[in-house]
């Protein structure tokens, strides 16, 4: 690890690469994007070979990420590692601590209670009922999943979503047939001549200016 770490110092050094030299934490974007998607790639082809090396490159862009960061003055490598481990360490009590938890279930319920604790611990002002918005950047999928799952987390259910008709469809549903179901959705909004990506943004931002205005 810490070769690396002298590798892309090195890089980003006065006498190192001009590419390297010259990014930003901005212009990185595209690539973590990228180096995520292909890492995505090989895990879903099981091409252990592969993610050996896809996960090099999602690790490189952690690395360059904080090296630009210890140029800047902010932080280094060295703290986003103690940070994540502390956040561990802090949220298994079950593992490292006397707390019991014996499914996920009750895992999950004690992470969002260390969450709320945390928050407030850093005087967030943000009331604990309030939605956590997704990140931008996830796929418009990922986003109205993340977003559905959020508004569960608050008890909030969108007028726009039959929820019966959602567990009808959930009753019989396994991975394939959701597969498919949405291969036929995507092929109906092709014979409407519909684009499925910015139909379901739409929906999706529907939902989340719904949300708002019962919050006004």
């Not at 019966?164 to 179901?181: I, N, P, T, Y």
Request: charged share 35%; glycine share 4%; aromatic share 4%.
């Amino acid at each position: 690890m810490q070769d690396l770490i002298n590798t892309v110092e090195r890089l980003r050094a006065p006498n190192g690469c001009p590419w390297d030299r010259e990014q930003t934490h901005r212009s990185l974007c595209r690539c973590l994007q990228e180096e995520t998607a292909e890492l995505l790639d090989t895990i879903e082809e099981g091409d252990m070979p592969h993610m050996r090396e896809e996960l090099g490159d999602v690790l490189l862009q952690v690395v360059m990420h904080a090296q630009i960061a210890r140029e800047a003055g902010h932080f280094d490598f060295d703290a986003v590692a103690a940070e994540i481990n502390e956040k561990l360490i802090r949220r298994h009590p079950h593992v490292f601590g006397d707390t019991v938890a014996d499914t996920t279930a009750e895992v999950l319920r004690n992470w969002d209670k260390i969450k709320q604790k945390e928050k407030k611990e850093r005087m967030d002002p943000s009331p604990t009922s309030s939605l956590k918005r997704p990140p931008r950047h996830l796929t418009t999928l990922l986003y109205a999943d993340e977003l559905l799952k959020q508004l569960s987390k608050i008890n909030y259910l969108p007028s726009a979503i039959d929820l019966e008709k959602v567990e009808v469809l959930a009753a019989d549903m396994d991975e394939q047939s959701a597969g498919l179901r949405l291969l036929e959705l995507v092929a109906a909004c092709r014979r409407a001549k519909i684009d499925p990506e910015a139909a379901l943004r739409r929906a999706t931002r529907d939902i989340e200016e719904g949300f708002d205005k019962t919050q006004d």
